[in-house]
């Protein structure tokens, strides 16, 4: 049981280019989100996503892309990269059962992305 | 949304002291929630308090919860080296669950 698993663990990309942040989970659980965390900003929501299908902004979506085509995977893709974009990603699931703010999440290591 | 604010920003104790941090919210709850951040890690999750629960105990840490004053605490007792972390509280409102700015604990030796 490996939990959440993030990949990359670091990347560097130049302003103006693509990437996709991979998570995915084998808990089978329903809900996942992405956060950026910042310094001096603590984390903050981008998007989520409550089950195969379904996703939906958080507090910071602009710039980012999310799909969730199956209940383990839940890609956020970065359209083109901005130096506001320099940040820790994370990427984090619960069960939920209908009620995932009531739930502990799940988090993985990260992956910390510079744009230059 | 809401985020709940963490006191202090930072904290350095000794090894077998206790260590204390606050979270403040402003808005009505479901629940709170304290996680830690070791260095270079993911958020792991330690407590979860409803808001109709006053207080909780896992091991050597134990949260209060105050809903009439909006703050939470989080106490670890007879603290050790590895409790050396980043400490949030997330409030979870009815869509959200928002995290704090944290605070950073080092335990010294």
């Known amino acids: 049981n490996a939990g959440v698993t993030q990949t990359p663990k670091f990347q560097v990309l130049k302003t103006g280019q693509s990437m996709t942040l991979q998570c995915a989970q084998d808990?089978?659980?329903?809900?996942m989100s992405w956060y950026r965390q910042d310094p001096g900003m603590g984390l903050r929501l981008i998007h989520y996503s409550v089950g195969a299908g379904i996703t939906d902004q958080g507090e910071v979506p602009n710039g980012y892309n999310v799909s969730r085509s199956t209940t383990e995977d839940f890609p956020l893709r970065l359209l083109s990269a901005a130096p506001s974009q320099t940040s820790v990603y994370f990427c984090?699931?619960?069960?939920?059962?209908?009620?995932?703010?009531?739930?502990?999440?799940?988090f993985g290591n990260g992956t910390r992305l510079t744009v230059t | 949304s809401q985020q709940g604010e963490e006191d202090p920003q930072a904290l350095s104790i000794q090894e077998g002291e206790n260590a204390t941090m606050n979270c403040s919210y402003k808005?009505?709850?479901?629940?709170l929630q304290w996680y830690r951040q070791n260095s270079g890690r993911g958020l792991v999750h330690l407590i979860l308090i409803r808001s109709n629960e006053r207080e909780k105990h896992s091991g050597r840490l134990r949260v209060t919860l105050d809903t009439s004053k909006k703050s939470s605490s989080l106490l670890i007792t007879a603290s050790r080296a590895a409790d050396t972390a980043s400490y949030f509280c997330a409030i979870s409102g009815y869509s959200t669950l928002t995290f704090g700015k944290g605070t950073m604990l080092l335990v010294s030796p």
């Open positions: 808005t009505s709850i479901n629940n």
């Open positions: 984090a699931s619960t069960s939920g059962t209908g009620e995932p703010y009531n739930s502990p999440l799940h």
């Open positions: 808990m089978n659980h329903e809900y």
